[in-house]
């Protein structure tokens, strides 16, 4: 039989050519099926972005759904001797900071030790004791720090150093004339204050010891607790970081000086958090109208335009925005009480003014609008759970996912039987092409022999 490559040496005719186009029309029939995979495929890509709009809408639902969003404060200060963050359980009201002195940390340097670094000042196992200030609680007045022999001035820093707890930081110090063992407090206050150093009876070795001369006596600076009066009530504090002397704000001290701090509500965050609200909206709206929007003049059009699934997120949300909820004395059940209202085109906006004065006066009564009370939620929630069952499985958008999914996976197996089927037909062409060429072939070759004969004839015969 004839292979493809050898089809049409036998009749000469174009018989691959023609197998070729064959094949090709064979295949158009695989176009249809293609293209409609793609516009599933598109279909799944404008799900996906009308998925990230719906999340994004439902992160700012969820952040006004949070009651801990209209219990918030906010500090200001004026001046710069402090700085202020609120808790939520601190006392709104203005505080007078006056600065008296910054917390410090003691710092304490040996006397003078006149070798060198890799000298061993231990010949057997010693002790050096570090003493602190006024210490009280979890912190010991006194620490002792094991000093193995052969230690050498670089030794004993590290031993300070890797001991847990030591309550400083040791380096060495070169004054030009030897080295000292300097010691820092690790925490500011007189109580944390390395105030002493002493080393056990016998610590050197024979020939090592602090230099007598002028100068070389072991220098001192006492850590100082901070200072300061709050509205004329004056305060000490170990540290620069003051909690409790305005319930529930945090002072950081920073320099010497009067500064006025003011704690309030955090309105800003409750606009920020309604605001971004309504733009996320807005934005969702958006991406509606561009994956659903028709152009009469070129003819375009969303990939989603008449999608069913868009018009019930559409119509779902439309339903929760417009439905209110019901409100105690004084409260809000609208978004349009709150100053926030339905333009034509579907989105929303801000009546600001309105606004305002609602965070300013009702704030209470907002947290129980968006985010509802102990025994009901709020508006916020129920968005949010709105927007979760449109997403979900059985949801408008997450089942016209899955049917994209499907019916691409459908139109799959299809092209894939379809394009065996298109494979057998080729392979049936092709083997009839081969017989086709040989019994071509043979009929020349028939022809030949019989042209031959009758020019053989003609000859015996005395004919031209």
Do not use: C, W
């Amino acid at each position: 039989m004839a292979s493809i490559s050898s089809l049409g040496i036998g009749s000469g005719l174009d018989l691959n050519g023609l197998l070729d186009q064959l094949n090709e029309a064979e295949r158009g029939k695989l176009k249809p099926i293609e293209r409609q995979i793609e516009t599933q495929q598109v279909k799944i890509s404008a799900y996906g972005e009308l998925r990230g709009a719906l999340s994004g809408f439902q992160a700012a639902a969820n952040a006004l759904n949070d009651a801990s969003l209209y219990q918030s404060l906010s500090t200001s200060v004026a001046g710069n001797s402090v700085e202020a963050a609120a808790g939520r359980d601190a006392a709104m009201g203005q505080y007078a900071i006056e600065v008296e002195r910054l917390a410090s940390a003691g710092s304490l340097a040996s006397a003078r030790l006149e070798v060198d670094l890799d000298q061993a000042l231990t010949d057997s196992d010693q002790k050096l004791t570090l003493h602190f200030g006024n210490a009280t609680g979890d912190t010991p007045q006194a620490i002792d720090i094991d000093i193995p022999a052969g230690s050498t001035l670089e030794d004993i820093r590290d031993a300070i150093n890797a001991h847990d707890g030591a309550g400083v930081t040791a380096s060495i110090v070169n004054d030009g004339e030897g080295y000292r063992l300097a010691l820092m407090s690790s925490e500011t206050g007189e109580a944390a204050s390395i105030t002493e150093l002493t080393f056990s009876d016998g610590f050197f070795a024979d020939g090592i010891a602090f230099s007598e001369t002028e100068g070389a006596e072991a220098i001192a600076q006492a850590g100082q607790d901070a200072l300061l009066n709050v509205n004329g009530i004056p305060i000490t504090s170990a540290s620069n970081q003051v909690e409790g002397a305005i319930q529930g704000v945090t002072l950081s001290l920073t320099e010497e000086g009067s500064s006025t701090v003011k704690v309030e509500q955090n309105t800003r965050a409750v606009r920020e958090a309604i605001t971004g609200f309504v733009e996320a909206y807005n934005a969702l709206k958006g991406t509606i109208g561009e994956l659903t929007a028709f152009s009469g003049d070129s003819e375009t059009a969303g990939d989603l335009l008449g999608d069913s699934a868009v018009r019930s997120i559409e119509g779902r949300l439309r339903s929760v925005l417009a439905g209110g909820m019901e409100a105690g004395e004084g409260g809000f059940s609208m978004l349009s009480d709150i100053g926030i209202s339905m333009k034509l085109d579907g989105t929303l906006e801000i009546d600001q003014q309105r606004l305002d004065s609602v965070i300013a006066n009702d704030q209470d009564a907002l947290s129980d609008f968006f985010a509802g009370d102990s025994t009901t939620g709020g508006l916020a929630g129920q968005i949010s759970e709105t927007v979760t069952q449109l997403s979900g499985t059985n949801g408008a958008l997450g089942g016209a996912i899955s049917g994209a999914e499907s019916r691409i996976e459908s139109l799959n197996d299809r092209y894939l039987r379809m394009e065996q089927s298109i494979e057998a037909t080729i392979a049936r062409y092709r083997t009839q092409f081969g017989q086709l060429d040989g019994m071509i072939a043979q009929m020349n070759q028939t022809s030949d022999y019989l042209f031959q004969q009758f020019e053989m004839m003609n000859a015996q015969l005395g004919r031209d």
